[in-house]
C-alpha cells in the first residue's frame, strides 16, 4: 500500500465523522434549547431557571459531548493532513446540518434556504483551496 | 432584530475569541512533540497567557449566545448564517495578526456573505 493511499484510509473516514458529529453536536443543543423554553426576555433573572433547566438536559451534555469529539477528530486531522484540504472537504457539514435538522428536528428546508446552504459550501471551499500560511513561513515541500 | 443582535454576539465574539487564542498560540510557537508530558506543559504554558483568558471568555460569551437563539430559532437557519464568521475572521486576522489575505479567499468569503444572505430570506 502506497504513502498516499494509507493516508486516505484515515483522513476520509476522519473526515465522515467530523461532517456528521459537529452538526449532530448542533442539532442536540437546538433540541434541548427547544425544549426549555424560549430566551426571549432581557432579564437577568429571567434567565436564572431556563438555564438551570438547560444545564440539567441530557441533550445539552450529548451536544456537547458530540462537539469535543468533534473538535478533537479535527485536530487529530490537522495533524497530519493540510487544512486547505481539510477545510472545503469539511464545508459539507453545512449540507449535513440541514439534512439532520430535517431528519431529527422535523424543519422544513425551504428550496430558498437549500439555495443558500449549497452557496455557503460553494462559497468555504473556495476559501478553503486557497493557502494555509500566509505570514511568510517557509513553505515544506 | 433580537437575532441580529445575537448573531452580532456569536459571530463577532466567538470569532475574537477564536484570534485571541490564535494570537496565545502563535506567542508559544509550533508545538512538535506529542507526547503527553509535552502537551500538559503546553496547556499549562498557553494557561498563563492573558491573551488565552481572554479569548476562553468571548469564545464562551460566543457559545451562550449560540444556546439563546437555538431556544427560539431552527438550527439549519442558525448554523448557515453563523458561517458569517468566515468573513469576520478574515477581517479580524488581517487587522490584527497581520496575516495577508489573498484575492480568491475574499472571493470565498463573498460568496459564503452571499449564501448568508440567501438563507437569511428564508427565515420563519
Known sequence: ???????????????????????????????????VGSLTSGRILDLVPIASRAWMSGYIWLGISCLLIFFVVHMLLLTWADYSYVQPATSLSYVSI?????????????????????????????????????TGAPKRA | MREAVLFFFIVVAGTA?????????????EVHDFSPKSILS???????????????????????????I?????????????????????LGAKAFLGE??????????AVVCLGVTIVWWSRR
Do not use: D
Open chain 1, 1 to 35: 500500500m502506497t504513502h498516499t493511499r494509507r493516508l486516505q484510509l484515515k483522513t476520509i473516514p476522519l473526515i465522515l465523522i467530523s461532517i456528521i458529529l459537529g452538526p449532530l453536536g448542533n442539532v442536540f443543543l437546538g433540541k434541548a434549547m427547544k425544549s
Open chain 2, 100 to 109: 495577508r489575505v489573498s484575492r480568491n479567499r475574499w472571493v470565498g468569503i
Open chain 2, 70 to 90: 437555538l431556544s427560539f430559532q431552527e438550527v439549519s437557519f442558525v448554523v448557515p448564517v453563523s458561517a458569517l464568521s468566515y468573513a469576520v475572521g478574515a
Open chain 1, 98 to 134: 440541514t439534512i439532520l435538522s430535517y431528519l431529527l428536528l422535523g424543519e422544513v428546508i425551504s428550496p430558498l434556504r437549500w439555495l443558500g446552504v449549497t452557496v455557503i459550501c460553494l462559497g468555504v471551499f473556495v476559501v478553503g483551496r486557497t493557502s494555509p500560511s500566509t
Open chain 2, 17 to 29: 475569541g477564536e484570534l485571541c487564542v490564535s494570537r496565545a498560540m502563535k506567542g508559544i510557537g
Open chain 2, 42 to 68: 503546553f496547556v499549562l504554558q498557553s494557561l498563563r497567557l492573558p491573551w488565552m483568558w481572554l479569548g476562553i471568555a468571548l469564545m464562551s460569551f460566543g457559545f451562550f449566545s449560540l444556546l439563546a
